[in-house]
């Protein structure tokens, strides 16, 4: 064989065997992985005993939790008007459909609708026709009587007439002024007039028209002063009495100041609300009837807190209300109500005079629980 040829096959061989010897072999790298990982098991099994045999020293080992950190502030009540608040409209004070109380035909018209009227100016007026006439009868009649009576009440003291005689003869006169003062009366009521002082917003007789007694002849509103009315809930009436001051803002941003007069002592059956009127003075009349209004009402004070809207939350109920830290820095929910509302926060009642709320991380703590306090300045 050719000597180069042995050489290689000898040297292969021998690296075959060295490399076979280090895979194999006791004290090679593999067998220090599992030395190690024998000693990490045995490490953990004494662990394991460690903490079965001293559950305590187990415990104190371990970090513990950190409780939640919350920011809060002292908030203390004040008292806070209380305001009523209500949608209504104005109308007037009153409205009257003028009628007929005599009947004839329409002689002349003084006013037109929209004209403003004072007490007894006239309106229509009817013609007489026979009146004037049946008037001077009556006169007539009424002379005839007297003279009739005083001659019966001096025959009467003479004794030749009888007391009969003489108590019919008053009767008769009395009769025809009675007839007399009726004539009178019609006559007057031929000039229909304004009851008071006010508009008339209708006129539906015409010249010429004959009216009878009854007809209408005109509407005539009072709007001085004029009304405000609103719907009172029947949770908000109990603070609302006569007198009470109340603020109108009507429709086109006037404001304007009253009283409530009128309270409804029985509510209306489909809302269970109480009809409630403010009365306004007028004195120009520039306030009409029909305006929608937002009624204001002053229902005296109560004890409030005045919060940011940021503060408040609500419970797993729904129901909105501020968390708050007792002096054992537990955390507790109170329930609150709006009472009136700004731009710049709210006030609410139904907390104590003296409460300490959370500001920051309300909502990321609950009921019960103990809690870190850092209190803002």
Do not use: C
Not at 189 to 214: C, E, H, M, N, W
Not at 342 to 347: K, R, S
């Amino acid at each position: 064989m050719n000597r180069s040829i042995l050489i290689a096959i000898i040297i292969a061989v021998a690296a075959v065997g060295w490399l076979l010897t280090g895979v194999l072999g006791v004290d090679g790298p593999g067998n220090e992985d599992s030395a190690i990982a024998s000693e990490g098991s045995a490490a953990t099994d004494t662990s394991a005993s460690t903490d079965v045999a001293n559950p305590a020293a187990a415990t104190a080992s371990k970090p513990q939790a950190h409780k939640t950190s919350v920011r809060t502030r002292i908030s203390e009540s004040a008292p806070h008007a209380v305001q009523i608040t209500v949608r209504g409209r104005t109308e007037s004070v009153r409205t009257v459909e003028v009628r007929a109380q005599t009947q004839g035909r329409v002689e002349q018209i003084y006013r037109k609708k929209g004209d403003r009227v004072a007490k007894g100016d006239p309106i229509v007026r009817l013609a007489a026709g026979d009146r004037s006439a049946r008037l001077a009868e009556t006169e007539a009649l009424i002379k005839q009587r007297e003279i009739e009576y005083e001659a019966d009440r001096k025959l009467n003291a003479k004794g030749y007439r009888a007391d009969t005689q003489v108590v019919a003869g008053a009767a008769a006169l009395d009769a025809a002024k009675a007839a007399r003062m009726s004539m009178e009366v019609d006559i007057a009521y031929l000039t229909v007039r304004a009851p008071f002082d006010g508009v008339i917003s209708s006129r539906p007789v015409q010249l010429g028209a004959f009216l009878k007694v009854g007809d209408p002849v005109a509407v005539i509103v009072d709007q001085d002063p004029i009304l405000a009315i609103g719907n009172i809930s029947e949770r908000e009436i109990g603070q609302v009495e006569i007198g009470t001051p109340a603020e109108v803002v009507l429709i086109d941003g006037r404001k304007v100041n009253g009283k409530v007069r009128f309270i409804s002592p029985i509510a209306e059956p489909s809302t269970r609300t109480f009809r409630t009127e403010i009365e306004i003075d007028n004195p120009d009349r520039s306030i009409r009837d029909g305006i929608t209004a937002e009624i204001m009402l002053e229902a005296g004070s109560v004890p409030a807190h005045f919060l940011t809207p940021a503060i408040l939350t609500l419970n797993d109920a729904g129901v909105i209300g501020v968390r708050t830290v007792d002096r054992n820095r537990q955390v507790a929910f109170i329930p609150i109500s709006i009472i009136a509302d700004g731009p710049e926060g709210v006030w609410v009642s139904g907390l104590p005079p003296q409460v300490q709320i959370i500001t920051v991380g309300q909502e990321f703590v609950r009921e019960g629980q103990v809690v870190d306090v850092a209190l803002a300045e």
